[in-house]
C-alpha cells in the first residue's frame, strides 16, 4: 500500500486537495482533523478529550489522536493507497505510523508550500458546510448562492479555529513541532515539494507531474 501524506502548514489547501485527489485517483481520504472534529460533534470519549485542544489551536494528545485513527487505518489496509491528511504532525506520530505500516508498504510526502499571507487568506476566507464538510473559499472556490452549500445545501459556517488569534497558534505550532518533521522523515521516504499557489487545478497539476504514481 501507498501512504500519500499531505504535509503543509493550516490553510496550505490540504482538505481541498485531499478531497480533489482521493475522486480523481479513487482512493481513500483520512483526515484527522475531520475524524476529531465528527467525535467533538458526537460528544464522544474522544471528542471531549480533544476539543480542549482544538479550540485553543494546539495538538491533541497522540494517544487520543491514535486511538481515533488506528482503527480508521484497519479499515483501509486492503487498499493499493491511501491518502491521509493531518497525521503525523510530530515525530512520536511519525514513529507510530511507521510501526503500524507492513515492510512493503511505501510512505510518500506531498510536501504543500506557500508564504503565511496566503495561508491567513484562505484561512480567513475559508467555509465549510455544516452538512456534508465541504469547503469553500470566498473568493477562490465561492459557492453558487451566498452562505449555502452547493452540493447539499447545508449552511456554511467558519470553523471555530479559524479566528485570528488561534490561526497564528496553530502556525506557530506547525513551525514548533511540524516543520522539524519533514527533515527526519523526508530522508526516511519519498519527498514531493508542491508550491500550493493558485487555484486547486493549478495544484493538482503539479501533483500529476512529479509523477507520483511512477
Ligand atoms: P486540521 O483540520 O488538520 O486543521 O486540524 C484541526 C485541529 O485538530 C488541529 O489544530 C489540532 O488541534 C487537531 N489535530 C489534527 N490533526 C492532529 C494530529 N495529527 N495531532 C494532534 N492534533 C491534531
Known amino acids: 500500500m501507498k501512504v500519500i501524506v499531505l504535509f503543509g502548514p493550516p490553510g496550505i489547501g490540504k482538505g481541498t486537495i485531499g478531497a480533489l485527489l482521493s475522486k480523481r485517483w479513487n482512493i481513500p481520504l483520512v483526515s484527522i482533523g475531520d475524524?476529531?472534529?465528527e467525535n467533538v460533534k458526537n460528544n464522544t470519549e474522544i471528542g471531549k478529550k480533544a476539543d480542549f485542544y482544538m479550540k485553543k489551536g494546539e495538538l491533541v494528545p497522540d494517544e487520543v489522536v491514535f486511538e481515533a485513527l488506528s482503527c480508521k487505518l484497519d479499515e483501509q489496509k486492503n487498499n493499493k493507497a491511501i491518502l491521509v491528511d493531518g497525521f503525523p504532525r510530530n515525530l512520536n506520530q511519525a514513529n507510530l505510523l511507521e510501526s503500524i505500516l507492513k515492510p512493503e508498504d511505501r510512505i510518500i510526502l506531498l510536501n504543500l508550500v506557500a508564504d503565511d499571507d496566503l495561508l491567513i487568506e484562505r484561512l480567513s476566507l475559508r467555509r465549510i458546510c455544516k452538512k456534508c464538510g465541504a469547503i469553500y473559499h470566498l473568493k477562490n472556490i465561492p459557492p453558487k448562492r451566498d452562505n449555502?452549500?452547493?452540493?447539499?445545501?447545508?449552511?456554511l459556517i467558519q470553523?471555530?479555529?479559524?479566528?485570528?488569534?488561534?490561526?497564528?497558534?496553530?502556525?506557530?505550532?506547525?513551525?514548533?513541532?511540524?516543520?522539524?518533521l519533514i527533515d527526519y522523515f523526508g530522508e526516511k521516504h519519498r519527498l514531493l515539494t508542491i508550491s500550493a499557489e493558485g487555484g486547486p487545478e493549478d495544484i493538482l497539476a503539479r501533483i500529476e507531474q512529479t509523477g507520483i504514481w511512477e
Open 159 to 180: 470553523r471555530d479555529d479559524d479566528t485570528p488569534d488561534v490561526i497564528s497558534r496553530r502556525l506557530s505550532v506547525f513551525r514548533r513541532e511540524t516543520q522539524p
Open 35 to 37: 475524524l476529531l472534529r
Open 148 to 155: 449555502i452549500c452547493d452540493y447539499c445545501n447545508g449552511e
